[in-house]
């Protein structure tokens, strides 16, 4: 073969290279920020849990009831707030491939998502108000039920602004913009903080638990109004009129945000609801398990934070390409993602089979007599969370490249059939029929996620192998 003909290939392959390298720069230049805030929000709700135990066992168990339920509910918000990245991503992806410009389509998504989140909250907020009745009927404790409730019905006022702030934030994501957000959500961790001491305990206001729930309602409004004076005062996001003309009501911007949020918000839901069930299971194996159980959960939440963030980014970065249909740039962004949550997770889970009771002893005094039996159950679970960790990285990573493709119907059938169809029996079985208690219920957890991350990354193969870029965007992938 010639001189010349061996330099095509080799001039190809540099290419694919510079091309590789400048997508990997591109993305963790808007992980990082993201991760970043997402540890700044789970700090947050960290910081609130540290607090309510310094007032006593009684406000951390009324504390954590009402924040869970918050939270499963939360969540379904959550999923509308996060169509907002995928639908402006690819309104500027198809801007770069050459489409008119129409300066006010982000603008319309950002009210389309303040619309979907006031029309969500409402519903959401009267079940909540009911906190202590539902508690109660499910066979918690009167004085327990009737604390959570009373936590609740200052706690559910936070739900509004904050989902608000989401939809912000995820627009400010979409245009390539995350350190604001970042700087708000670093800026209020020490004012959450400072307002709940104050509000809560003696020297200040003294209300105890419901002080720190009124700091995080407190701290989400100014969040909130943070984010809207960074967008009114930035001299780009000035240009875009993001909160012009918010009272008008667009119905063909709501559906197209709620065709994609709706099976976003189940989606989390399913998953949310099998920790919430696992959660249930574990306690009725004893407090060691329990106490083992909450660890090492907070353990992989905060590694989870990292794959998060990528996730976003991922979401952003394969909107762009599917915008401008360039479908190299679409399976290389998402070849990005999908190595980068792969890698760190591997990252943490070899540092959770090495280091179990370094990673225990951040959460609890091992010292103590009363932790003593805790510590074999959290090895136990940790050496099972590292293979966890792994699946869970690339089925976030994953999602997040679906989301891309603006695909989230199949995504959200594959998560209900992993996380309740595989998961959950699977658990049950192991920890009851098998007799392996605590255990069962985290292979449980391997399986259901090994299921879903394998069906994930198959349907990313299948779609972009399939092109659809070439069909341009819109409901070609939405089957």
Do not use: K
């Amino acid at each position: 073969m010639s001189a010349l003909g061996l330099a095509a290939p080799v001039a190809r392959e540099r290419e694919t290279r510079r091309s590789v390298g400048a997508e990997l720069r591109a993305t963790l230049a808007l992980a990082a920020p993201l991760v970043l805030t997402n540890l700044a929000q789970h700090g947050l709700v960290t910081s609130g849990v540290v607090i309510l135990g310094r007032l006593g066992a009684g406000p951390v168990a009324a504390g954590a009831l009402a924040t869970s339920l918050y939270f499963v509910l939360f969540i379904c918000g959550i999923g509308l707030t996060m169509a907002v990245s995928p639908l402006i991503a690819e309104a500027r992806g198809r801007e770069r491939g050459g489409a008119v410009r129409d300066p006010d389509t982000a603008r319309r998504i950002v009210r389309a998502g303040f619309w979907a989140v006031t029309l969500a909250t409402g519903p959401l907020m009267l079940l909540l108000w009911h906190t202590g009745a539902l508690l109660r009927a499910l066979g918690e404790p009167a004085d327990l039920s009737e604390a959570a409730g009373a936590y609740m019905r200052v706690l559910q006022w936070a739900m509004w602004p904050a989902l608000l702030s989401l939809v912000l934030r995820s627009a400010l994501t979409a245009l390539q913009r995350p350190g604001w957000p970042l700087a708000v959500s670093l800026s209020a961790l020490p004012v959450n903080a400072v307002l709940a001491l104050w509000l809560s305990f003696e020297g200040g206001l003294g209300l105890g638990p419901v002080g720190v729930a009124l700091a995080t309602v407190l701290t989400a409004f100014l969040s909130l109004a943070a984010l809207c004076a960074v967008v009114l005062v930035d001299r780009d996001f000035r240009r875009q009129r993001l909160l012009h003309r918010l009272w008008r009501f667009d119905p063909a911007r709501l559906r197209a945000l709620a065709r994609l949020g709706v099976p976003m918000a189940a989606t989390g839901l399913a998953e949310a609801g099998l920790f919430e069930a696992a959660v249930l299971g574990m306690g009725l194996f004893g407090t060691a398990q329990l106490a083992a159980h909450a660890v090492v959960i907070q353990v992989a939440a905060t590694c989870f934070m990292v794959p998060n963030g990528i996730a976003q980014a991922a979401t952003v970065r394969v909107g762009l390409a599917y915008g401008a249909r360039d479908e190299a740039g679409i399976r290389r962004a998402g070849l990005v993602a999908l190595g980068l949550a792969f890698g760190f997770m591997t990252l943490c889970a070899m540092t959770q089979v090495s280091l179990p009771e370094t990673l225990t002893g951040l959460f609890l005094d091992l010292s103590a007599p009363a932790n003593a039996g805790v510590l074999p159950h959290a090895t136990a679970f940790l050496t099972l969370a590292a293979l966890f960790a792994v699946s869970d990285g690339v089925q976030s990573a994953a999602l997040g490249m679906l989301r891309g493709l603006q695909d989230t119907r199949v995504p959200m059938l594959i998560a209900i059939l992993g996380y309740w169809g595989i998961g959950v029996p699977v658990g049950a079985g192991l920890a009851w029929g098998a007799g392996l208690e605590g255990r069962g219920i985290w292979l449980g957890f391997c399986a259901g996620l090994l299921v879903v991350a394998c069906l994930l990354v198959a349907r990313w193969l299948r779609l972009t192998a399939a092109g659809p870029a070439a069909r341009g965007p819109g409901p070609a992938v939405r089957r």
